[in-house]
């Protein structure tokens, strides 16, 4: 059964609990913000730090062990999303989204202090790696937690609204991580930068994950899970639609009962998550190295197109609210499967700031087809007793095999000497993802609890 029900009209919640979904907005979103910061300024700073921890003279080579650890990162996810996502059906998304951002502070922590090669071999290189993998687990669960709560904290005729907030704050996140990298970069020399300069946004970034922690800690539980908790006994026994869930929830065994979304999840993930990383972490090294722009000048473009990419994810989650979620994730794909080639090979050919922005922002917008809905359609698919673990790991599973190694895909392609085999490649994934997107339900008005349907109406599987 599709887990789409007929549209019911819903009536406009009292001021408290508008302004209960704000708080839960803003509070999630932040949280959210800087944990993707933590991750990302990795990636947006390793072409400074990337000489501190591998010897040679093959500046390529280099960014390609770096990148290779970004990946590895990923490989944690599924571990995350496991544990995590089960903690969160289980315990609540708030103890989840606690427990996140503290591991992410530490990973940031010891980034920060990780002795380079000069000082004591590959150590630095081995602390890294456990850095990141720490990092993947954290990010594992946040995506599925955030994911979550957003959608389930969100009016339900707004829920492709709020779900859009976690794209914000992720790119908010990458933002904040690039403007201090600009401002470095215009405050101290390339070789303090080198030295030294790179660890200061990883301090930052614990220093910020602290006070996120303390802001968390005061988040409301969404009203999805706990209508749901309250039907759990002692034992995590918990009745629900007539039938008795003894231990079920957040687990595996519920988990493989629907197989079938969490096979969806891991498809219509694909091409999104294989283009996401291509126009957003990927693209600086790219504007460098093949375009031959100035580290400044293509740091800049980056900024400025992240920057409209956040402003535009809010107003096509709100689009998804009047027509649907799957005209966007059409829209995405068919773009991407016909647009990488020319759009990638274009800026691999720009000549200065203006031509690579405005090549950047074509792609970015053309993204947000996936990016702006994809935690709403995910949450949408499954039932609040597995709905954290659902999201979590088949998208962690996919992250892990696509998304993360997007970076280094494209960098062995260069060094191989068949860059554009690349470009091929984002576009064959995204072909993937539209024939899946053409096929699917449209999951927009999916009931995520029963108290969400009107007296006599059907409702959906995913409350089943």
């Known amino acids: 059964m599709s887990p789409s029900t007929v549209a019911a009209v819903r009536p406009q919640p009292p001021g408290d609990e508008r302004a209960r979904r704000r708080l839960a907005l803003v509070g999630g979103s932040l949280g959210n913000l800087v944990e993707w910061y933590d991750w990302f300024v990795y990636a947006s700073f390793a072409v400074y730090f990337a000489d501190d921890f591998f010897p040679g003279s093959n500046s390529t080579a280099k960014l390609m062990n770096t990148a290779g ?14 544990l995590l996502g089960r903690a969160a059906d289980r315990h609540g998304r708030k103890s989840a989204l606690t427990l996140t951002v503290t591991m992410m502070s530490a990973a940031a922590v010891l ?13 630095g290189a081995v602390v890294l790696l456990l850095a990141r993998l720490l990092q993947g687990m954290s990010i594992g669960g946040e995506y599925a937690a955030s994911a979550t709560y957003l959608t389930e904290a969100s009016a339900p005729n707004r829920r492709g609204l709020g779900s859009s907030f976690q794209y914000v704050s992720m790119t908010c996140g990458q933002l904040l991580g690039l403007g201090i990298l600009i401002v470095l970069q215009h405050t101290l020399s390339s070789a303090q930068l080198h030295s030294w300069g790179w660890r200061m946004p990883f301090l930052l970034g614990a220093v910020l994950a602290g006070v996120v922690l303390w802001l968390r800690r005061r988040l ?3 009203g999805a899970f706990t209508a749901e908790a309250r039907t759990a006994g002692t034992g995590g026994r918990e009745q629900t639609g007539g039938r008795e869930h003894d231990g079920t929830r957040g687990t595996l065994r519920s988990l493989w009962e629907h197989r079938r979304q969490a096979l969806l999840v891991m498809a219509l993930t694909l091409g999104g998550t294989v283009a996401y990383y291509t126009y957003t972490t990927y693209l600086t090294k790219y504007l460098i190295g093949s375009a031959g722009l100035a580290k400044n000048t293509a740091t800049l473009v980056s900024f400025t197109a992240l920057a409209v990419f956040a402003a535009i994810q809010p107003l096509a989650g709100l689009l998804s609210d009047r027509i649907g979620r799957r005209p966007l994730l059409i829209t995405f794909a068919l773009g991407c499967t016909v647009g990488t080639y020319p759009l990638m090979t274009a800026l691999g050919s720009a000549s200065g700031y203006w031509s690579a922005l405005g090549l950047s922002l074509v792609a970015l917008v053309i993204v947000t087809g996936y990016t702006s809905i994809n935690a709403a359609v995910k949450a949408e698919l499954f039932p609040t007793r597995i709905r954290a673990l659902g999201v979590a790991l088949p998208y962690a599973l996919a992250n892990a095999l696509f998304g993360g190694t997007a970076e280094y895909v494209a960098l062995w392609f260069k060094n191989d000497g068949h860059e554009s085999g690349f470009f091929w490649y984002v576009s064959g994934c995204a072909l993937v993802s539209l024939v899946v997107y053409v096929l699917m339900p449209d999951t927009r008005n999916a009931v995520l609890s029963p108290g969400e349907a ?3 109406a059907a409702v959906t599987e995913a409350v089943r």
Do not use: H, K
């Open 111 to 123: 980034i920060a202090v990780a002795p380079t090669y000069a000082r004591a071999g590959y150590l």
């Open 454 to 456: 009107p007296a006599g």
């Open 69 to 82: 650890i970004f990946a590895v990162g990923f490989l944690m996810r599924p571990v995350g999303g496991w």
């Open 220 to 222: 409301p539980e969404t």
